[in-house]
């Protein structure tokens, strides 16, 4: 997974000041982002805090650390019934 060049804490930060009235054209120009940065970001982390957007992401590494040890072990299962399947 790309890593982000913005922490949780400049994200949160850029949608609050969406949400203290600045226009979506001039804030995305001052951050130097894109509006389709800014969407995506305000579709993820729109209404939480800090600590909330940084424990959203300690989940999703987990998960995605989960996903990946399930993933080997079905090949390993694969690999296992594979074997004991040949006639000796």
């Known amino acids: ?15 609050k000041e969406s ?20 969407y995506r970001w305000k579709a993820k982390y729109g209404g939480l805090e800090v600590s909330d957007a940084q424990r959203l992401r300690h989940l ?8 990946q040890l399930v993933a080997e072990q079905a090949l390993d299962i694969v690999g296992f019934k594979a074997v004991l399947s040949k006639k000796w």
């Open 60 to 67: 999703e590494e987990e998960n995605r650390k989960l996903k």
């Open 19 to 38: 949400e203290a009235g600045l226009d979506t054209a001039e804030l995305c120009r001052k951050h130097g982002i894109s509006q389709q940065t800014f």
């Open 1 to 15: 997974m790309k890593k982000s060049r913005y922490t949780e804490e400049q994200i949160v930060g850029v949608l």
